[in-house]
């Protein structure tokens, strides 16, 4: 059974493995593995996805206890009144702190203003070389999206030029590649840490958290 980090009478939160499909769509149409909602069903959770993770993403994931409790807790989120912290390892050393506000395509083909907040926790160098250079650096980074886009994490991160490692389509494919070789890895290095928010129904504050994997390891 997957772990349930939080439930009350209204929601419950999943801490998501990675590389679990939410639940199967148009986009998903070619994943033929079972679903975190049919998973849920068969241990008799008959609940409602909030708000989405990616197939490859970790961590919170909020679902409704019924349908009717869905809308308040996505308007809550729409309004921006609900803090969504997510970590991630980057290629190359960043700056301290920033803003990326690059507009992200939705799934219809449309350029949607996007804004994301970022904090590097740490730096790493490893003297383990990457084309084209000698060794290697990474940054442990908090990213705060103040917006909701498809991928936008993984868009804005590569905007930047310090793509997530791990991630096939945004990522950097020398990267990825040691990761793989070097510490047998070729997981997403996208975690939703937290999810901050006062309750729509009980007004009371909820500040849920969800542990990594045991593959961050060393890089937390």
């Known amino acids: 059974m997957l772990p349930i980090i939080f439930e009350d009478a209204y929601y419950l939160c999943i801490n998501k493995p990675n590389n679990l499909l939410v639940h199967h769509s148009h986009y998903a149409r070619n994943i033929e593995e079972e679903s975190l909602m049919e998973i849920l069903k068969e241990n008799g959770y008959n609940v409602f996805p909030i708000h989405r993770l990616d197939r490859k993403t970790s961590g919170v994931l909020m679902l409704a206890k019924a349908k009717e409790f869905v809308a308040p807790f996505q308007k809550m989120m729409e309004q921006n009144e609900v803090q969504k912290v997510y970590h991630a390892l980057l290629r190359g050393h960043i700056t301290e702190n920033g803003i990326i506000d690059t507009p992200v395509k939705n799934d219809r083909g449309n350029y949607k203003e996007a804004l994301t907040h970022f904090r590097c926790l740490k730096h790493f160098e490893l ?9 290697s650096r990474y940054s442990l980074v908090e990213f705060t999206p103040k917006t909701g886009r498809m991928h936008q994490l993984r868009i804005h991160a ?16 020398h990267h990825n590649h040691m990761f793989i070789t070097e510490f047998q890895n070729d997981h997403l290095f996208l975690h939703a840490e937290s999810l901050e928010f006062v309750h729509p129904f009980l007004k009371t504050k909820h500040l849920v958290k969800a542990e990594k994997a045991e593959f961050w390891g060393r890089w937390e």
């Open 158 to 173: 590569n905007k930047i030029s310090h793509p997530i490692i791990g991630d096939p389509k945004h990522g950097n494919r």
């Open 127 to 135: 003297e383990i070389p990457v084309e084209p250079y000698p060794n």
